[in-house]
């Protein structure tokens, strides 16, 4: 259990470091900025404290938020994913995950990287609703949604295969 949540503690750390000083400066196409650090929410383990989840989660947002001068969109972008991640959950891998044995390395890799699509996808499509909140820009919010979340998904998938964590 401590080495969870060392691990944990770590990954936060690192995403906080890795998307502020490094994702926050990248401007591919002048508007595709990669959201890497919402692979914590597909990381932490999944028979976690949920409150302890939804908390940790509103605060990776909340930092993210100070460091990028954002006005608390990535804490409501992710305190809405972390929400609905047993929903997204069940559906990726049926009523399985609710068993003690579950883990990730026991489905396919297409079921991961539809859960992880999935969360990056509504993380997206949240934030940039709120971040452009106009119905007349509905183009620019699929365009945005679209082109940031299929980079988001590439470093994401890339992450989480070179990262693999060995704890769930």
């Known amino acids: 259990m401590n080495s969870t949540l060392i691990l944990n503690g770590l990954r936060f750390i690192l995403l906080i470091l890795i998307q502020v000083l490094i994702f926050n400066t990248l401007n591919f196409l002048g508007f ?11 990381w932490y383990p999944i028979k976690g404290n949920r409150a302890l989840f939804m908390v940790t989660s ?19 972008a992710t305190l809405t994913v972390a929400y609905i991640r047993p929903v997204l959950m069940r559906f990726c891998f049926g009523v399985n995950y609710e068993f003690q044995n579950f883990s990730f390395k026991n489905t396919t890799k297409v079921q ?54 060995h704890s769930e």
Do not use: W
Not at 32 to 42: A, D, E, M, R, T
Not at 58 to 76: E, K, N, P, Q
Not at 138 to 156: E, H, M, N, Q, S
């Open 32 to 42: 595709i900025n990669p959201l890497v650090y919402v692979i914590f929410l597909y």
């Open 58 to 76: 509103f605060f990776l947002g909340f930092i993210i938020d100070i460091f990028s001068d954002t006005m608390a969109l990535h804490a409501t």
């Open 112 to 165: 991961r990287l539809t859960f992880l699509g999935l969360l990056i996808l509504i993380h997206q499509i949240v934030f940039f609703s709120l971040e452009i909140i106009s119905l007349s820009h509905v183009l620019l919010i699929f365009k945005r949604v679209l082109a940031t979340g299929i980079v988001t998904l590439i470093l994401c998938a890339l992450f989480s295969s070179l990262f693999s964590p």
